[in-house]
């Protein structure tokens, strides 16, 4: 079983829409679990998730509560998981036409952790080319919005996600894998909502990606990086 870990907070307007593409770009649905990890929403998401599960009874459908955090989320979610594989997933992130049986092929192939290549639901053409470059292997071409799928065992073995960062739980997960040489890009591409940018501006949000990288690279710590969030991005 593949278990599918959605952290979510607001998201109303797409999380079903999201849970009935991954139901119908999957080979075979019926090997998949769904594990939606709430951090506190106010809108509508959780009273549309419950009516959505008691309307399709014959998919596996979990609803949690966790304290906000997509870090803290997305581990708490793997706690419940049932699945050998882990697979996880941001709200707006849609990976390709049957999925599942690329993951798992993946895994066959002897490759325990990965994702997709990744595409923004945009035409601006940076965003066209921060998309061409994530088909390398490069950790600095990875990210959070490509998805993340890992075994079970993998996870526990590193350790999962870092609960204790309040940002970057994605790269330092990642990060973790890379040092292993455990890690694989799938050649299909998933689509993410280019929400985000569209929000703060491209080159804005992608000058402060940059600098958080770099700020990073030169040593800033984790309270150091989350401050210069909170003052630029927030």
Known sequence: MLSIVIPV???ESSIIQLIAHLNNFAMDASRLEY??????????????????S?????????VISSEKGRGK????GSKEATGDILYFLHADSYPPKNYDQLIIEAFRK???????????????PWLIIIGWFTRFSWKASRGGD?????????????GGYNTQIP????????????????????PKWLKTSARRYEEIGVFKLQWFYITIYWRKYRGATIDELYEYYLSKCD
């Open 9 to 11: 907070l607001n998201e």
């Open 35 to 52: 594990i939606i990890v709430d951090g506190g929403s106010r809108d509508k998401t959780l009273e549309l998730l419950y009516n959505y």
């Open 54 to 62: 008691e309307a399709h009874e014959e998919m596996s459908i979990k």
């Open 73 to 76: 989320q997305l581990h708490n």
């Open 110 to 124: 002897g490759h325990p952790a990965g994702c997709f290549r990744m595409k923004f639901k945009s035409w601006h």
């Open 146 to 158: 490509q998805s993340q799928y890992i075994t079970k065992e993998l996870y526990v073995d590193i």
């Open 167 to 186: 940002i970057y739980e994605d790269y330092d997960l990642i990060a973790r894998l890379y040092d292993r040489d455990q890690y694989y890009v799938i």
